[in-house]
Nanobody, 116 residues
């Protein structure tokens, strides 16, 4: 069983920055893709960014150029650096990890609030 623990959310003014962290622990031999989703009130969960073990990345159009995803394979950790934050980035952010032959693992979620 794998646990994902997130940290780094909070309240920030528009234009500011936050850095989210997500550390995986448990019975881990390897992790395929890792990434982040977010869900704003009254909206569907949407994909924010993903990163492969080989460090290939993919971003939602709404965050390209502002967010940067990175990972440390040895530490089973993924980060999301969020710059130039906008009020529309306000949401609960969830990290995920895809392990071989296992259902997707999810973090507990961390609140990000951007004030105008």
């Amino acid at each position: 069983q794998v646990q994902l623990v997130e940290s780094g959310g909070g309240l920030v003014q528009a234009g500011g920055s936050l850095r989210l962290s997500c550390a995986a622990s448990g019975s881990i031999f390897s992790i395929n893709a890792m990434g982040w989703y977010r869900q704003a009130p009254g909206k569907q969960r949407e994909l924010v960014a993903t990163i492969t073990p080989g460090y290939s990345t993919n971003y939602a159009d709404s965050v390209k150029g502002r967010f940067t995803i990175s990972r440390d394979n040895a530490k089973n950790t993924v980060w999301l650096q969020m710059d130039s934050l906008k009020p529309e980035d306000t949401a609960v952010y969830y990290c995920f990890a895809d392990l071989p032959y296992a259902p997707r693992s999810w973090g507990q979620g961390t609140q990000v609030t951007v004030s105008s």
